[in-house]
């Protein structure tokens, strides 16, 4: 039996479920992965309510692309990309760490933090949000935060260690102005090949249905 866990998030109170954590351990089965039971428990209760604050049931409802407004995949969800750069994260440091004695990483870090470094795009990718940004960009910017500003804000409110805070802020161009744990630099290169790959097997979309449509100014 898991200890009950409340988010709070966007004045939202939520309470995560059993069912809940069941949801999100279905869409990405490599939380298991993580030894640690309470690290393993924060990830399914940040993500369970990052999703319930959000206008998202699953993560597969979300865009399956790297930014808002690029191309999606043409087939896969964005919890398959989540999966697979935490995959090709956890195979490198394995390489690594078959090849030098001296290679130390955190597993659980690397897995906890590969299965978050997106949850703030449940904010950035909401077409609600998209929709205002757009209508106005000089009010709250275009898009107001991006999705490694938010992921900080829903790790450290759902307690997740530091570490995967900084997987979340840091993965992406953001990082470019801090020094990358070890683990979040696994996890910047897994993320920058899963798109460079992708992108040269010619597995993203000719076109964009997810973006809601830009309404034209008279
Ligand atoms: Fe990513």
Redesign the pocket.
């Given at each position: 039996m898991q200890e009950e866990q409340t988010v709070r998030l966007r004045g939202k109170t939520v309470v995560v479920t059993e069912e809940m954590r069941q949801k999100v351990l279905e869409e990405m089965p490599e939380i298991a992965w993580i030894s640690d039971e309470g690290l393993k428990a924060k990830v399914l209760g940040a993500w369970a309510g990052a999703l319930a604050a959000s206008g998202f049931d699953r993560i597969g409802d979300m865009k399956p692309s790297?930014n808002y407004d690029s191309m999606p995949l043409r087939a896969g969800t964005q919890a398959d990309?989540?999966r697979s750069?935490t995959r090709l994260a956890v195979a490198m440091a394995e390489e690594f760490d078959s090849l030098l004695p001296g290679f130390k990483y955190d597993r659980d870090i690397l897995i906890a933090g590969g299965l978050c470094?997106?949850i703030g795009k449940v904010w950035e990718f909401d077409p609600e949000n998209v929709e205002r940004w757009r209508a106005d960009p000089s009010n709250s910017g275009m898009p107001s935060i991006r999705h490694p500003g938010y992921g900080v804000h829903i790790c450290l409110t759902a307690e997740l260690p530091e570490e995967v805070a900084h997987i979340a802020g840091a993965?992406?161009g953001e990082g470019e102005l801090l020094t990358r744990s070890l683990e979040n630099t696994i996890i910047h290169w897994a993320?920058y090949s899963?798109?460079k790959i992708i992108e040269s097997g010619g597995q993203l979309a000719d076109r964009d249905d997810w973006l809601p449509p830009e309404k034209k100014a008279h």
């Open positions: 790297g990309h989540m750069v470094h997106d993965h992406s993320d899963f798109w």
